[in-house]
């Protein structure tokens, strides 16, 4: 139902990399609007580890990295530590809907 | 640093008004460059932005096509603050509501969420 497609999960031992994508269409990703990605820890504020498709804010650690190809984006996270364990979501905006629009998440786990 | 301080009861009757606030400090509702955002998080319709009031000159909202009949996002200039009513709900509005502010299309501060539960 969400507009952005992310896989439900993803679960990596720690010190390893995941990949977390988030595919679109040709009216959001594929138009050109960038991809932001936030980090959800469930009771507390979301935040924002990636902005306009592969920057980082202050504070957030090299092992968070952002891309975008087609109607297609990904977060990459490396060296994983448990600390990372939360939910992940990717947004963008929509022309056809006019309207900002998001993933419908990814959880991952730290094994 | 911002922060955003949500209020607002839990726990609202079908076909009332839901109605939020979210508190602003170290920023301004008034900002130019800055825009006040209203969103919910579900299991059924996931996170779904509601809509936005900014100024440019003079005060603007948009709102989501799929509330805009129902929805309401006014900015408290006194108390540096803005506000979401929601009127008419259904057991489909019970959500996690966020504010949140966005600059340069993305939210770069949230509040800590209100679980909103529409029951008798």
């Known amino acids: 139902q969400s507009v952005l497609t992310q896989p439900p999960s993803v679960s990596g031992a720690p010190g390893q990399r995941v990949t977390i994508s988030c595919t679109g269409s040709?009216?959001?990703?594929?138009?050109?609007?960038?991809v932001h990605w936030y980090q959800h820890l469930p009771g507390t504020a979301p935040r924002v580890l990636i902005y306009?498709?592969?920057n980082r804010p202050s504070g957030v650690p090299d092992r968070f990295s952002g891309s975008k190809s087609g109607t297609s984006a990904s977060l990459a996270i490396t060296g994983l530590q448990a600390e990372d364990e939360a939910n992940y979501y990717c947004?963008?905006?929509?022309?056809?809907?006019?309207?900002?629009?998001f993933g419908g998440g990814t959880k991952l786990t730290v094994l | 640093q911002v922060q955003l301080e949500q209020s607002g009861p839990g726990l609202v009757k079908p076909s009332q008004t839901l109605s939020l606030t979210c508190a602003i400090s170290?920023?301004?509702?008034?900002?130019?460059?800055?825009?006040w955002n209203w969103l919910r998080q579900s299991p059924s319709r996931g996170l779904e932005w509601l809509g936005r009031?900014?100024?440019?000159?003079?005060?603007?909202?948009e709102y989501a096509v799929s509330v805009k009949s129902r929805i309401t996002i006014n900015p408290d200039t006194s108390k540096n603050q803005f506000s979401l009513q929601l009127s008419s709900v259904t057991p489909e509005d019970t959500a996690v509501y966020f504010c949140?502010?966005?600059?340069?299309?993305?939210?770069?501060?949230w509040g800590q969420g209100t679980l909103v539960t529409v029951s008798p």
């Open positions: 947004h963008s905006y929509d022309s056809s809907l006019n309207s900002w629009v």
């Open positions: 949140g502010r966005g600059r340069d299309g993305y939210l770069d501060y």
């Open positions: 306009g498709n592969s």
């Open positions: 170290g920023d301004s509702v008034s900002s130019n460059s800055a825009g």
């Open positions: 040709s009216s959001n990703i594929g138009a050109g609007y960038d």
């Open positions: 009031t900014y100024y440019r000159s003079r005060w603007r909202s």
